[in-house]
């Protein structure tokens, strides 16, 4: 077993162990430390496959941005484990099922011949840049399903923030066109009051 094997199959395993621990972790701030450690090893296996930009992608949107939301949200809520855990034995065949399907299909395209044979490294030259072949093929051979899911996540991203803005009671919000169209005599009202005298006349 050579050194890049070695490496591979850490973090393979430490992949698959944080995995597992987002799964069975009681407290959902330990479940997504482990996701922060799953992403963090499956940045490593990138670097290992030469996707260096992918790597550190995975490492700067995911894990310092995404997860750090996750971290605030999850420690600002008050959940409820009990009931977070009501449904779990109920949809676990479902969920047992997914996965089982999932393994089959990860075996069966490594397993075969055309994945085996076309999935060795390639030896690239020195000025090489995956970034570079990334977007060739983002916007050549893959530009409409890339644009498909521009939209996608556009159209997620306006309806989470109408969501956002709905009305609810007791809550205070700004509107901003009133206060652009606001004048002084809706602010400031001068009133005049007589001058007062003293008991003693001066």
Request: hydrophobic residues 60%; contains cysteine.
């Amino acid at each position: 077993m050579s050194f890049f094997d070695a490496v591979f199959y850490l973090f393979a395993v430490i992949t698959t162990l944080a995995a597992t621990g987002v799964i069975i972790a009681r407290n959902p701030v330990h479940a997504a430390l482990f996701l922060v450690l799953a992403f963090c090893s499956a940045a490593g296996i990138w670097m290992l496959l030469e996707a260096e930009f992918l790597a550190i992608t995975l490492v700067l949107v995911y894990v310092g941005a995404v997860m750090v939301l996750f971290l605030f949200v999850v420690m600002m809520l008050d959940i409820n484990l009990v009931k977070l855990r009501e449904g779990f034995w109920r949809w676990f065949p479902f969920g047992a099922g997914i996965a089982g399907l999932m393994v089959f299909e990860m075996v069966w395209v490594l397993g075969s011949r055309q994945t085996s044979e076309s999935g060795r490294a390639v030896a690239h030259a020195a000025d090489y840049s995956n970034t570079k072949e990334l977007g060739r093929l983002l916007y050549t051979h893959y530009v409409y399903p890339f644009e498909l899911a521009a939209v996608v996540l556009l159209v997620a991203m306006v309806a989470a923030i109408a969501l956002t803005l709905r009305r609810r009671a007791g809550v205070k919000s700004q509107n901003v066109s009133e206060q652009v169209k606001v004048k002084k005599a809706d602010r400031l009202r001068v009133v005049k009051m007589p001058p007062e005298s003293r008991a003693d006349g001066k």
